[in-house]
């Protein structure tokens, strides 16, 4: 099953459905305020800004538009088409591209890497939806991009999502009506990440994890005027190691 697996199919397909079918966004398509912004404030001693920012994975780019104002070049890479029209559409900025990008796409990564250089990595809600089976070469494109000087910042849905909201810890969750509820539980992926997870992915012999701990993924979903619902994650500020 995994074989037939097309990322870019699946993706298109899905923001075909929620950009034009619904006209709706994402569950995590929200503002930079409750994503970039708060990842900023964690990574930016880290991922400084003498060198430009990949947002790998970036959807329809909301997150890219923040870091232009940081970095002197931000490139938006997604796999699907329709995120990357849609991104595209609403940027006017010039030190701001978007891309379609297979991320298992190991000769592309290197034209890329050719023409920026090393660069940092923004990542969020990625690396959960790779298939096991193609996460050794993702983290592959990711060395490529990183270089020497590069770093990465992820921040991943946590391996204990289904259970959080199973159990109902979140008061906000229990408030919502039974059958949204239901359609925010059929969203959430299958498998999260663990920390664990994070240092056998980035083993010790190529990687230094500079941070990690766990922290938090906002949605567009409200209870009336109060704090969107957030979903619980993990984050690490990963370098990789020369050779």
């Not at 991922?47 to 890219?64: E, H, K, V």
Request: proline share 5%; with cysteine.
């Amino acid at each position: 099953m995994e074989a037939d697996y097309n990322y870019g199919i699946n993706w298109d397909l899905f923001y075909q459905q929620t950009l034009n079918n619904n006209k709706t966004k994402a569950l995590w398509d929200v503002p930079a305020s409750l994503a970039a912004a708060k990842d900023f404030e964690q990574f930016k001693n880290d991922l400084t800004n003498d060198l430009p920012i990949i947002d790998l994975g970036c959807g329809t780019g909301t997150q890219s538009l923040f870091f232009a104002q940081f970095y002197p070049q931000v490139i938006g890479l997604d796999v699907s088409q329709q995120a990357i029209d849609y991104a595209e559409h609403n940027s006017a900025k010039k030190n701001i591209s978007f891309d379609i990008f297979n991320g298992l796409d190991r000769h592309k990564a290197r034209e890329i890497h050719q023409q920026w250089g090393d660069v940092h990595i923004y990542m969020r809600g990625v690396f959960h939806q790779i298939l096991p089976s193609d996460q050794v070469n993702f983290i592959e494109v990711i060395k490529i991009f990183l270089g020497q000087q590069g770093k990465l910042f992820l921040c991943e849905v946590s391996d204990n999502i289904r259970t959080y909201f199973s159990q109902e810890n979140g008061t906000s969750f229990s408030q919502l009506p039974t059958k949204l509820k239901a359609v925010f539980i059929s969203h959430l992926p299958p498998r999260g990440v663990s920390l664990r997870d994070l240092t056998e992915s980035f083993p010790e012999r190529d990687f230094s994890i500079i941070s990690m701990g766990n922290t938090q993924l906002y949605t567009n979903i409200k209870i009336k005027d109060s704090e969107p619902i957030f979903i619980p994650a993990v984050y690490a500020i990963i370098t990789p190691k020369s050779h």
